[in-house]
């Protein structure tokens, strides 16, 4: 959940003096994104033992304060986790030493998922606010997958639902990932079927 410990992993035994300078602002610098009002931010536990230093955070479509805590996977429609791995020891592999790693997950209207281009649409989404914000990174990949799935017997939720889910890795070229943190929003306001900002949506 949002707020669970304080979202950064060290690897054992190393004391908080030993973390790196860089990997600190580039902690601070993911919460110093300005995102829409719609979009909740929050600190969520890191995964174990992929890099020695390690920071996620959580964000989520919906109504919320500052001050919410809203779980990592949640039922709600849209909701993202964008994980920062430090590892001066990578830094050929991954031509940089600040991989970014994301995912998405969101609910999608029938009409919209059975779009056969959706997965090429919403990669786009992504490539195009990362450039567009100037969040410069190198060696990005990643995959996008539209599912459906019908409900049979006494279970819960519509027959039919449909989702769409991206996975992506990417690494950031500097140490102030402000503007990737912003063109993962993006994306994920996109994906959940926000619309532009600055626009009034009247009925969903």
């Keep these: 959940m949002f707020g669970d410990g304080n979202g950064t992993q060290n690897t054992a035994g190393e004391s908080e003096k030993m973390t790196p300078p860089a990997f600190s602002q580039a902690v601070e610098s ?71 790693v994301a995912y998405i997950q969101a609910d999608m209207d029938s009409d919209v998922a059975g779009d056969p281009m959706l997965p090429d649409v919403a990669w786009e989404w992504l490539t195009e606010s990362l450039d567009e914000l100037g969040a410069s990174h190198t060696n990005l990949g990643g995959t996008v997958t539209a599912t459906a799935s019908v409900r049979f017997g006494e279970i819960g939720g519509p027959p039919r639902a449909h989702q769409i889910e991206m996975r992506a890795s990417w690494t950031a070229s500097g140490i102030d990932l402000t503007k990737h943190v912003e063109a993962f929003s993006r994306v994920l306001a996109n994906v959940a079927g926000l619309p532009p900002e600055g626009i009034t949506e009247l009925s969903r």
């Design 30 to 100: 993911m919460h110093a994104a300005q995102l829409r009002p719609e979009i909740a931010l929050g600190t969520i536990r890191p995964p174990q033992k992929l890099a020695p230093f390690s920071h996620a955070v959580g964000l989520e479509v919906g109504n919320h304060s500052a001050d919410d805590i809203v779980p990592v996977d949640t039922d709600g429609d849209a909701f993202g986790r964008l994980i920062l791995l430090h590892d001066p020891g990578a830094e050929e592999a991954w031509e940089g030493a600040m991989r970014l």
